[in-house]
């Protein structure tokens, strides 16, 4: 097996585990998100961090990682304004928070299993 059929297998695996749920209550809902994501739709958010555009990094993680439990995204890109004009702020940093700290979470989950 080849280093980039190696790869590719560990990303698929990482890919297609479970999915993590974050209970919104503000939102009365629940969002679903993945503990990694294609680096294609990671560069749009690492772009927006490096030009200091912090909130519309946020939203746009919310955006591309939000999943309903069946694995489908929850917002389209024209949600991006309302998300941005008409959300909670609070809300949308701790939604946003949790969605890109799931790896982490579920790494610390798996270690006080061990």
Known sequence: ???TDK????YQSSISGDLKKIHVEEW?????????????DEAKILELQTQGKTVEALVESIIVKAR???????????????LMNEADPTVIIKVGGAINNAKIDLDQETASKE
């Open 1 to 3: 097996m080849s280093i």
């Open 7 to 10: 790869i590719a297998k560990h």
């Open 28 to 40: 009365d809902t629940d969002i679903f998100c993945r503990t990694t994501y294609p680096l294609k």
């Open 68 to 82: 309903d439990k069946n694995g489908k995204r929850l917002f389209q890109d024209a949600d991006r304004i309302k």
